[in-house]
Every structure is written in structure tokens, then in C-alpha cells.
């Protein structure tokens, strides 16, 4: 019996305190643990169909009191938590401690208790043990206890059983053990009192030490934040390298700039196996008759004036400066996530919008203005007739001149007096197409649009706008590199002359003019930051932060 108390002791684990015992105490058992005693004839039997709910307080034979029995652990109350109600009291109730094994108040006397067994619901049920003979403890007469009664009532419950949880190991009981109950308080008071009396003239087992349950146990960490962790901030790891400024390029990686080589050798390849392909195309019969009749231009219907007006250069310097600072605010507009600086037009609070946007919205007015100055100009002037095709014969003139471009054998240039038929159509379709598309399309996506025009809204979804407006500004980047190349590539210095000085002579002060403003250019993209446009965006609305 003892090694089955011993087997049936609770698992002991870590100690509550560093350095302290095992917790739980050594004392504390389950009850079922506890040593029986030889049977008795005057053993109580059970009720029989009556389910465990702990163990059965055994009445003694009347006026000679209940065993005196005293707690192993020497009282130590349980461990309590939250209420079970709301506004009541701590759970397990003060008068409640944990208990391991009664010990008989004599030396002579054996246990009041036998080993618990499960009932039917699972729980535990403490079985009546034998009741010892009064006089082994006064004087050696024997007293049988009184028989259940008939009505199969069944004795009072000497403790409440406690409250089992998940088992400690996979597949085990659940925790605590089935026999482990906690002292209950005597129904009847008169009866409690004896034995409470008689407890405390028993031998006090020594009291376990107070235990400090404010410090957390010591453990080794076994988990850390994983690389999506949200709530746990991961430790710190080595500095990064430091992000590239807003606006600008990041520096690209061995990779990137490898695979950027390898492309510019494969453009470069494909355009030698162009060159190669259409200079063999022109050297057949039937394409030299076609260039004969196609050279690359025709003379317009319309008598146009040669050469440009001052007024043409000023128009062509204003574009190409706007159209720069409009690009690359567009492009910021875009990738911008979280703008620092806004603006908010006077007398509209719901109108605000980042600094960005306002400067690009800004460009695009004065630029759509130069736009309609340059159109109003030309036709006033009779220049139209240089960039407005007026034959049929543009469009095979067109590929005639692409074809020669290609096989770099250059066509006539003759650009004070007439451009060929390919860049006739490249202004025509950048004057009249491209401009007109950029503007539609960035009106409906700004501020200015009508938010009350339903129908309208529906007719022309903004998402359509946002399809064409991106398009078309790659148009513009991709046009204006071919005409810089171009105009280097076919009479740099006479055609700078052209634009910039208003004359068809081989000289440097075009290329002097262009250069200065180049400058300009490079001035005002450096200058587009919320430091130098927050005071000129205060003059038509307010500024603020986020």
C-alpha cells in the first residue's frame, strides 16, 4: 500500500522561488494515496448509484465525536484566482487548503479514509473506510459506527473535489488527480467544533515556509518572433544601408546593372540587323523606283514663309523647360505614397491636395497656355502650313523618309523652308494629338473637374483617364529623344541656329543659347522642392504639413 501511495503522489515539478524545493510540496498527495487499514465488520458500505463527488465524511457513534485528522501540508491554502461571479469572492474560498492525506490525531489510530475510485461520470469517489474502535484511543472499548440508513442516503462529503483541467501529458488523465479534494467546511457546526478542537490538540505538522508567487519562474527561451511578427517587435538587426532620398534613383545592384548591359547589347544588335536589313531592302529595283517618286517630302499646298520668327524660339524654349518640370513632377505625383506638404485652395477646405500635385497641376496650366499662344501664332502667321500636312502624298513620303532614317543614309534636310513628311506628322500628331489627350485626360483626374456632374462623371469614368495620361506622357519622353538625336545627328550647329538664333548659318550662337538654357533647365528641376515652391503655392492658397 505504501508504493501505491507513493506511485499515486503528485508530479512535482520546478520550484516556485530560485533555489527552493520542488512545487508542489513533498506532503501533498492525493487523497487517494492515503494507507488503508485492515477491514472492519463495522466497514459502511456505499449507496449503491450514488456518483463520486468526493470523499464521504464518516459519522462517528453519537457523543464520542469525529476522528481527528490534521492536513498533511499544514494548511497551506490553495492558490486563488478570479472570482466565479462577478463582484464575489476570490476562487477557491479562504476556508479551503489543499489536501494530501489525513493523519490520525494518535499514533494508534489508523486512517478515517480509504483509497478514492472513480464514479461513473469520470470523477472521483472516496470509498468509507473501516471505522476504527473508540477504545484504541480512550480506552480500548470498541464502538461500531451506526449503519447507513435504509433510504440509501449517503453520508455527508468530508471535501470538494477540485475543478480538473487539460491532463499535464498527452494522453493522460486530466489534472489534478481524481482523488485530490480540498477540506471542506463542516456542514454542521456543532459537530465542527470538537473536531476542530481536537485537530489543534494534535501534533501541528511543521508548516511549509511562505512562498513568494510575485517573481515568474525562471525559464530558457525556446520561441522568438518570427519575420512577419506584428506585436513582438523583432530584436534589432545591423544597420541597413541608408535609403536613397525621395526623388531620387537608388543605386542599382550588380545584378541590375548587368542585365542592363546585356540589353543595351541586344538593342544594339537588333538595330545593326535593322540597318543591315533595310539597306539591303532599298537596294532592290522596285524600292529605288519608290524613293525616286517619294523622296521624303512634298511641296505644301499652302505658301509658307521661310524660316522662324523669334517668337517661335521664346515658344520652343518655354515648352521644352515646362514640359521637363512636368514630367518629372508627374513621375514624383505617381510614386509619391505618403506626401509631407500640402495645399489647400482659399475658400474650398475639401480641395486639398499635396504640394506635388499642385505644382504639376500649375505646369500644365502655363504650359497648355504657351500651347494655345503657339497654335493662336502659327495660324495667324501662316506657319501652320509646316507642321499640317495638306497632301495624301505625306504618308508614303513618311516611309520613304523613316526607311532612310533607318539605313542611315539621312534624307534631304531641309528644315528652314520645309520638314520632310515624317516629322510633319510627328509635330502634327504632338501639337494636335498628343497635347489635346494629355490635357482632357489630366483635367478629369484634377481638382477642377465638376464632382456634381453625374452623368458626365459616368460618361467619362475617371479610370479611363488614368489609362490614357500615363501613355501619353511616354509618348512625349519618347518624342522628345528622337528629336534631340536628330537635331544632332543631321546638322547640329544649323539647326540650334535655326531654333535659337533665327538663322540658317553654321555658327555657335545657337549652341551658346542652348546651352544657357540648359541651365535654366537644370535650375528650376533642382529648385521644384516643397522649400522653394512652399511660398509661391502660399500666394494662391494655403500650405501645411501632415
Not at 546593372?257 to 545593326?272: D, R
Not at 517619294?294 to 524660316?307: D, K, L, N, Q
Not at 494636335?432 to 456634381?452: D, E, N
Request: net charge positive.
Amino acid at each position: 500500500m505504501i508504493e501505491r501511495a507513493q506511485r499515486d503522489a503528485i508530479r512535482r515539478g520546478l520550484p516556485r522561488v530560485k533555489g527552493g524545493e520542488p512545487w508542489p510540496p513533498a506532503g501533498l498527495v492525493p487523497a487517494a494515496a492515503n494507507p488503508p487499514v485492515a477491514p472492519s465488520p463495522e466497514r459502511m458500505p456505499e449507496t449503491p448509484g450514488t456518483p463520486g463527488a468526493g470523499d464521504r465524511e464518516i459519522e462517528a457513534e453519537p457523543g464520542l465525536g469525529r476522528p481527528e485528522t490534521v492536513s498533511a501540508t499544514g494548511g497551506i491554502p490553495l492558490r486563488r484566482g478570479l472570482p466565479r461571479v462577478r463582484g464575489g469572492e476570490p476562487w477557491p474560498p479562504a476556508a479551503l487548503a489543499s489536501v494530501a492525506a489525513d493523519i490520525p490525531a494518535a499514533p494508534p489510530q489508523p486512517s478515517a479514509h480509504a483509497g478514492a475510485a472513480p464514479g461513473a461520470d469520470g470523477r472521483a469517489e472516496t470509498r468509507d473506510a473501516p471505522i476504527p474502535e473508540q477504545g484504541t484511543q480512550a480506552g480500548g472499548s470498541a464502538h461500531p459506527a451506526p449503519a447507513p440508513s435504509a433510504s440509501g442516503e449517503r453520508a455527508p462529503e468530508a471535501g470538494i473535489r477540485l475543478r480538473r483541467g487539460l491532463p499535464r501529458t498527452k494522453g493522460g488523465e486530466p489534472w489534478p488527480p481524481a482523488g485530490l479534494v480540498a477540506a471542506a467546511v463542516a456542514a454542521d457546526a456543532e459537530t465542527a467544533a470538537p473536531v476542530a478542537a481536537a485537530s489543534a490538540r494534535a501534533t501541528t505538522p511543521p508548516v511549509a515556509p511562505a512562498i513568494d508567487v510575485s517573481t515568474p519562474l525562471p525559464f530558457t527561451r525556446t520561441v522568438w518572433p518570427g519575420a512577419a511578427s506584428r506585436r513582438t517587435p523583432a530584436a534589432p538587426a545591423a544597420p541597413a544601408a541608408p535609403a536613397a532620398p525621395a526623388g531620387r534613383l537608388s543605386r542599382p545592384t550588380w545584378p541590375q546593372a548587368l542585365a542592363g548591359l546585356f540589353a543595351a547589347a541586344g538593342l544594339g544588335i537588333l538595330a545593326g540587323a535593322a540597318v543591315a536589313f533595310v539597306r539591303a531592302l532599298l537596294s532592290l529595283p522596285f524600292m529605288q523606283d519608290f524613293l525616286a517618286a517619294f523622296p521624303g517630302e512634298y511641296e505644301p499646298a499652302v505658301p509658307v514663309e521661310p524660316g522662324f520668327a523669334p517668337w517661335i524660339g521664346w515658344q520652343h524654349f518655354f515648352n521644352m523647360f515646362l514640359i521637363v518640370l512636368i514630367i518629372r513632377s508627374g513621375l514624383r505625383v505617381r510614386s509619391e505614397k505618403r506626401p509631407t506638404v500640402f495645399w489647400t485652395p482659399r475658400g474650398n477646405p475639401k480641395g486639398k491636395i499635396s504640394l506635388t500635385l499642385w505644382f504639376h497641376q500649375a505646369l500644365d496650366l502655363l504650359w497648355l497656355i504657351n500651347g494655345v499662344l503657339f497654335v493662336v501664332l502659327i495660324f495667324v502667321t501662316g506657319h501652320w502650313g509646316r507642321i499640317v500636312p495638306t497632301s495624301w502624298e505625306v504618308f508614303p513620303n513618311a516611309l520613304s523618309a523613316a526607311l532612310q532614317y533607318v539605313s542611315l543614309d539621312w534624307p534631304h534636310e531641309n528644315g528652314w523652308n520645309n520638314y520632310n513628311s515624317l516629322q510633319q506628322l510627328a509635330y502634327f500628331i504632338t501639337v494636335f494629338v498628343a497635347a489635346p489627350l494629355a490635357a482632357v485626360t489630366g483635367f478629369r483626374m484634377s481638382g477642377l473637374w465638376p464632382k456634381q456632374a453625374e452623368r458626365l462623371s459616368k460618361a467619362y469614368p475617371v479610370e479611363w483617364a488614368r489609362a490614357v495620361h500615363f501613355p501619353v506622357m511616354l509618348y512625349f519622353v519618347a518624342f522628345i529623344i528622337v528629336h534631340v538625336a536628330l537635331v544632332m545627328l543631321t546638322g547640329f550647329l544649323r539647326n540650334l541656329n535655326h531654333m535659337y538664333a533665327s538663322q540658317d548659318a553654321v555658327t555657335w550662337t545657337g549652341f551658346w543659347v542652348f546651352l544657357a538654357s540648359l541651365a535654366v533647365i537644370a535650375v528650376g528641376w533642382i529648385a521644384a522642392r516643397p522649400l522653394v515652391l512652399a511660398p509661391i503655392a502660399k500666394v494662391f492658397g494655403q500650405v501645411s504639413g501632415r
